[in-house]
């Protein structure tokens, strides 16, 4: 079972919008943690929110975690040419356990 | 610091055909993954280690095994080749346990295998 579902599927923007992206967990977890992929590189720790956290931010990074709802939003506020990647989610529930990964939010910026 | 390492960046293997593909990090970790991952599939578990001496199935384990050689390194292998293991592979190390519940998971840069 997938522990992180990003949706959309894909998203195009113009730099300087707003990119939002959202992510579904099955099961009660920890933390949730959100990772950038570039084209053909592996992926990179952006954000960690725990369970008890509501909203966190990280530069022009805005993560939000709704336990009730199992969900987790992240915005990317004025976006860049740079911010063209992948995004994923992964929750965590033990600190020994897995991390494992949903399909990704692949997001394109357009100067 | 060179993170987590991956060996080949890319290899092309006859149907059939086995190799092995290493990883070695230098952080210290106790936990490392194996992942694959193909388009439109995100990428799905083949084998973790939680710590060193251990070894776990992840979601698509079959046609590989793993060997968790020390601390620092973490082998994945193919013993006979298939075309469905056409894939990017990519390993990942985490400094896991108690009063690691919140620490991130390091990626290598991935290696691009092609089963013909």
């Known amino acids: 079972s997938q522990q992180g579902e990003e949706d959309p599927q894909a998203l195009s923007i113009q730099e300087g919008e707003n990119a939002t992206m959202n992510c579904s967990y099955k099961t009660s977890i920890n933390n949730l943690q959100w990772y950038r992929q570039n084209s053909g590189r592996g992926l990179v720790h952006l954000i960690l929110i725990r369970s008890n956290e509501r909203e966190k931010h990280s530069g022009r990074l805005r993560v939000t975690l709704d336990t009730s709802k199992k969900s987790s939003s992240l915005l990317i506020t004025a976006s860049r040419a740079a911010d063209t990647a992948s995004y994923f989610c992964?929750?965590?529930?033990?600190?020994?356990?897995?991390?494992?990964f949903g399909a990704g939010t692949q997001v394109v910026v357009t100067p | 610091n060179a993170g987590v390492t991956q060996t080949p960046k890319f290899q092309v293997l006859k149907t059939g055909q086995s190799m092995t593909l290493q990883c070695a990090q230098d952080m210290n970790h106790n936990s490392m993954y194996w992942y694959r991952q193909d388009p439109g599939m995100g990428l799905r578990l083949i084998y973790y280690s939680a710590s060193e001496g251990t070894t776990d199935k992840g979601e698509v384990p079959n046609g590989y095994n793993v060997s968790r050689l020390n601390k620092r390194e973490f082998s994945l292998r193919l013993e006979s080749a298939a075309p469905s293991q056409t894939s990017v592979y990519f390993c990942?190390?985490?400094?896991?346990?108690?009063?690691?519940?919140?620490?991130?998971?390091?990626f290598g840069q991935g290696t691009r295998l092609t089963v013909v």
């Open positions: 992964a929750g965590r529930s033990d600190s020994w356990g897995k991390l494992q």
């Open positions: 990942a190390s985490r400094l896991a346990g108690t009063g690691n519940m919140n620490t991130e998971a390091f």
